[in-house]
Each structure stands twice: as C-alpha cells, then as structure tokens.
Nanobody, 120 residues
Framework: QVQLVESGGGLVQPGESLRLSCAASGFTFSDYAMTWYRQAPEKDRELVATISHRGSSANYADSVKGRFTISRDNGKNTVYLQMNSLKPDDTAVYYC?????????????RGQGTQVVVSS
C-alpha cells in the first residue's frame, strides 16, 4: 500500500534552516508529482510546493518563494523540502502528499506529518 513518511521537523529559531524528507513506498514514485502541504493551528491548509515527477519543474506558494526549495531523488523514492530563513509564520505540521492511480482510480495520500516550530 502507499506509504509516505515525513521526517526532519523540529524547533528552530527565526532565520535558521531545516530540511524535511518524505520517504515514499507502495507506488512507482518516479511517475508522480509530489506536494508538500502545511497546516497551522486555526489556519487553512496551505499548499507549500509541488514538484513534477521528474523534478524538472516546481511551484511554490508566494509565502515561501525564495526561501524554500522542493527537490526529489527518484532513486531513493524521497522528496525533500529545504527551508531557509524560517519565520514564526512557518510554524505548522508539514505533510507530503501524492495523488496516485491505483485500482482503476485516483486517490490522494499523505503522510502523518512532521512538526516545525519556529520560535525564539
């Protein structure tokens, strides 16, 4: 079955960096675009970044452009989110997700999330 496992979250101070990882299994990773979302308390879920299946293109939320970089290693079935110049507003649970075609239908999947706290 499809599994997505995020890691790399933690507590950092404003201006610092973190790199999140998401290990995927149960589907042909290199066939699918991957997305990072985040969910902060009392805020709507926000799409942070998306990367194409080959990694040749990426899109970012305006709130993270120039600070975050999404990348992937199809040989390791892993997608990354490099987060630089972190701000308190980046505090959230970060999820990776994919919409996978299996059993004749498209289904969304996401991991359990990894908590990022940016605070002084």
């Amino acid at each position: 079955q499809v599994q997505l496992v995020e890691s790399g979250g933690g507590l950092v101070q404003p201006g610092e960096s973190l790199r999140l990882s998401c290990a995927a299994s149960g589907f042909t990773f290199s066939d699918y675009a991957m997305t990072w979302y985040r969910q902060a308390p009392e805020k709507d879920r926000e799409l942070v970044a998306t990367i194409s299946h080959r990694g040749s293109s990426a899109n970012y939320a305006d709130s993270v452009k120039g600070r975050f970089t999404i990348s992937r290693d199809n040989g390791k079935n892993t997608v990354y989110l490099q987060m630089n110049s972190l701000k308190p507003d980046d505090t959230a649970v970060y999820y990776c997700s994919a919409v996978v075609f299996q059993g004749g239908d498209w289904s969304p999947y996401r991991g359990q999330g990894t908590q990022v706290v940016v605070s002084s």
